[in-house]
């Protein structure tokens, strides 16, 4: 019943953009925090990105920071992830998340703190 899709993944060139978007079903992605986490093969599972439940915090791991954004379209209950400057690095399943917790003023990379899903999106950067 609870539900979060990704899409937007596909193949990029470097130093190309994707945007991916994370549509919840059957509850108000406004009342929680939003992570963009990322795994690739033979890697762990990191954070990318997160979004508080205000809207008003956001988070970007180090590796990301100054290429990609994260937000919000509470109208179409959706967060979106613009991914900008594209590295081969970057190339993995992406999948988003929503806070165990409703109200959340600060988002962290804990996975812990996380307990519904999506089933991923990939993402391909190769020339």
């Known amino acids: 019943q609870l539900q979060l899709v990704e899409s937007g993944g596909g193949l990029v060139q470097p130093g190309g953009s994707l945007r991916l978007s994370c549509a919840a079903s059957?509850?108000?992605?406004?009342?929680?925090?939003i992570g963009w986490f990322r795994q690739a093969p033979g890697k762990e599972r990191e954070g990318v990105s997160c979004?508080?439940?205000?809207?008003?915090?956001?988070n970007y791991a180090d590796s990301v920071k100054g290429r990609f954004t994260i937000s919000r379209d509470s109208s179409k209950n959706t967060v979106y992830l613009q991914m900008n400057s594209l590295k081969p690095e970057d190339k993995a399943d992406y999948y988003c998340?929503?806070?165990?917790?409703?109200?959340?003023?600060?988002?962290?990379?804990?996975?812990?703190?996380?307990?519904?899903w999506g089933r991923g999106t990939q993402v391909f950067v190769s020339s």
């Open positions: 998340a929503a806070s165990r917790l409703r109200l959340v003023s600060q988002c962290r990379f804990d996975r812990r703190e996380y307990d519904t």
């Open positions: 059957g509850f108000n992605l406004a009342y929680y925090a």
């Open positions: 979004i508080s439940s205000s809207g008003g915090s956001t």
